[in-house]
């Protein structure tokens, strides 16, 4: 049986069949999420003072005491000012002591633009967590990739950062009744095509499939592959479908210095195998690398869209 | 306090313990067979014994990046801390760590820590463990006067306090923060003064006396086991020596300053304590207790210096948790 839910409500189902299923859970966030609290209690559902970093760094602790913290960020924006207790603590601690004790804790946040927030509420920061070793991290981009890969995060023995997309939280998908979860590091290939490869991500992944509508009606047959999960990287499955379409675009909401797309669009060129598939230079369509602005105008024409990414297809179709 | 003579001797063995310890540390830190830096903890090996004495095994603590004496007074290995200073795969962190990352969560040693105040956040996590677990397990955030000047020792104080978590903060006030003077950093003088802050007790104590110290972590052990919250204890005490023990580390601390503290040593205190009780401890028990130390650090070297280094493709694992 499946129904359709949204991201918000997949991630929410999530957290309550993962506490149900294991006491060892307790949730930390600014401001208590109510169905948790009417479920779980008080005791295990905190609302807290706003001290990020304290929270951070507590998860870490509970964490090293047998517990399975998670701890919601709520935004993105707000990590940074636990920043210390994620690069120092979380990120190095299983190694730094040698492996002696796990760190099972999810943290999550929502990331990225399009809401007229402006600069510090828009942020899609995920390559800068991606630049430290230790910390597992997932981006997903619909409501069942949502719920499944959370589970999977929640279950996992390593600080993991669950980067959440607002422009996603009211997508509404479908959502099977039955239990299923998604490992991390297993890309999807949301749409298949045999002309020009889309690696894109979070909310792009829809700009992405409806960009192919529009290629396809030019006669241009676009793959859409959604890695899901930062860390670890399906690189095989991104690589797999550039030596078949022999021409890429990255589409990323971040801006393109030292991003995720940098990353991608690397682990493909860097693999001499898929390089020698290649047609065209990989193409990246991100954000421009300036703080986001408020005013619709500019914030619009910031972002990247399903017209910049049909636009880049196009562009690597024309190469010879 | 009525504390045993055979518990007192028992202090005076850790504190003796991690000052031999720290000697030789520093002596083959210089000679090269250490690297990178060692913060020793000489001159306040009252406080890390005197709390721990309070502890079962089970309750946790998390240390600074002066960890040697929180280590030892929690039951550490000395091979394995050896080892670990020495590099070896026989560390307890493999020779991932050094001396400011030493472990051992199998005695509820959460952990030197390299950053300053980066461990009181974590500890007050354990302290939440403790409560959900409710088997009245408490925890121990030792850090300095530095720490109480930053961020996570307040927000963790407040959180702390608010959800009455059966926590101890146990400042080590020695006055300077690398060659900062708590004079001149801190807008208080007393540390303790800002448990006002949060209502909770703030404890000034002489962190030389190792009596005080345990008295007062007992009564906070006590309240915090009792479900009424945390404590913040302040220790006035001094490091013997610099900052690290770099041989180019500057120390501009007043030579009058330094010496009036070393005549406050703790290790002599306690000394002269029990050999001025009747049958406690002669010369000559002190001085076999010692050479039995001393034994134990030589044979702590030995076995650093006969463990191997870890294999260069070691440096790949534990990234993550399989």
């Known amino acids: 049986m499946t129904r359709e839910i949204s991201c918000a409500e997949a991630g929410m189902e999530a957290l309550i069949e993962e506490m149900q299923r294991d006491e060892k859970i307790f949730h930390l966030s600014t401001d208590a999420p109510p169905p948790l609290v009417q479920r779980f209690g008080e005791a295990r559902v905190r609302g807290t003072p706003i001290a990020e970093g304290a929270l951070t760094g507590m998860g870490i602790g509970a964490a090293g005491s047998g517990f399975r913290p998670i701890i919601d960020w709520r935004m993105v924006t707000f990590s940074f000012v636990a920043m210390d207790q994620v690069v120092n603590q979380a990120s190095k601690i299983h190694y730094m002591f040698g492996g002696q004790t796990k760190f099972p804790i999810l943290y999550r946040a929502t990331v990225g633009g399009g809401v007229r927030m402006a600069a510090q509420h828009s942020q899609s920061p995920y390559s800068m967590f991606m630049n430290l070793a230790g910390l597992k991290m997932i981006l997903p981009s619909t409501p069942y990739d949502t719920k499944g890969l959370l589970k999977t995060a929640i279950r996992d023995d390593n600080p993991v950062i669950s980067f959440e997309s607002t422009r996603l939280l009211t997508l509404k998908g479908e959502v099977p009744e039955e239990e299923y979860t998604i490992p991390l590091g297993v890309a999807d290939v949301k749409r298949e095509g045999t002309d020009v490869t889309i690696v894109a991500l979070a909310w792009l992944v829809h700009e992405a499939l409806a960009a192919a509508e529009t290629l396809e009606k030019e006669g241009i047959s676009a793959e859409v592959i959604d890695p899901r999960t930062l860390v670890p990287m399906d690189a095989e499955t991104i690589r797999a479908s550039a030596r078949k379409t022999g021409r890429v675009v990255v589409a990323d909401e971040a801006g393109p210095t030292c991003g995720a797309s940098a990353e991608i669009s690397a682990l493909i060129t860097e693999d001499p195998a898929t390089f020698k598939c290649l047609k065209a230079a990989v193409r990246r369509v991100c954000a421009l690398q300036v703080p986001i602005p408020y005013s619709p105008t500019l914030e619009d024409a910031v972002f990247p869209d399903r017209h910049k990414i049909a636009a880049a297809a196009r562009a690597v179709m024309a190469e010879r | ?322």
Request: net charge negative.
């Open chain 2, 1 to 322: 306090m009525d504390i045993s003579p055979e518990r007192q001797r028992e202090m005076l063995r850790l504190m003796q313990t991690i000052r031999r310890f720290e000697e030789r540390a520093s002596t083959d830190y210089v000679a090269g067979d250490i690297y990178g830096t060692v913060h020793c903890y000489i001159g306040e090996e009252a406080v890390a014994v005197g709390v721990c004495a309070a502890l079962n095994r089970d309750d946790q603590i998390i240390s600074t990046h002066r960890g040697h004496g929180h280590c030892i007074a929690k039951g550490a290995d000395l091979n394995r801390m050896m080892a670990e200073l020495y590099g070896r795969e026989t560390g307890y962190c493999k020779g991932k760590g050094g001396s400011m990352h030493i472990a051992d969560f199998n005695i509820g040693m959460l952990g030197a820590n390299g950053i300053v105040a980066g461990g009181i956040s974590i500890i007050t996590g354990a302290g939440l463990a403790a409560q959900l677990e409710g088997k009245g397990r408490v925890a121990v955030s030792f850090f300095g006067d530095g720490a109480s000047c930053a961020g996570p020792f307040h927000e963790s104080l407040n959180i702390a306090a608010a959800w009455k978590l059966p926590m101890i903060y146990v400042c080590e006030n020695n006055l300077w923060a690398v060659n900062t003077s708590a004079e001149r950093a801190l807008a208080v003088q007393d540390v303790a003064a800002r448990a006002g802050g949060y209502g909770i007790p703030g404890v000034i104590v002489d962190g030389n006396d190792i009596f005080a110290v345990h008295e007062a972590a007992t009564k906070a052990v006590a309240r915090a086991r009792a479900g009424e919250g945390p404590t913040l204890i302040e220790c006035k005490t001094y490091r013997h020596r610099r900052h690290t023990e770099r041989p180019t580390q500057p120390d501009i601390r007043p030579q009058e300053e330094i010496d009036a503290w070393m005549k406050k040593d703790p290790i002599d205190r306690l000394v002269a304590h029990l050999k001025g009780q009747q049958g406690q401890l002669s010369e000559e028990e002190w001085k076999a207790m010692d050479d039995e130390i001393l034994d134990k650090v030589e044979a702590a070297v030995a076995f650093a210096k006969a463990s191997p280094f870890p294999a260069p493709e070691r440096a790949t694992d534990d990234v993550f948790a399989a």
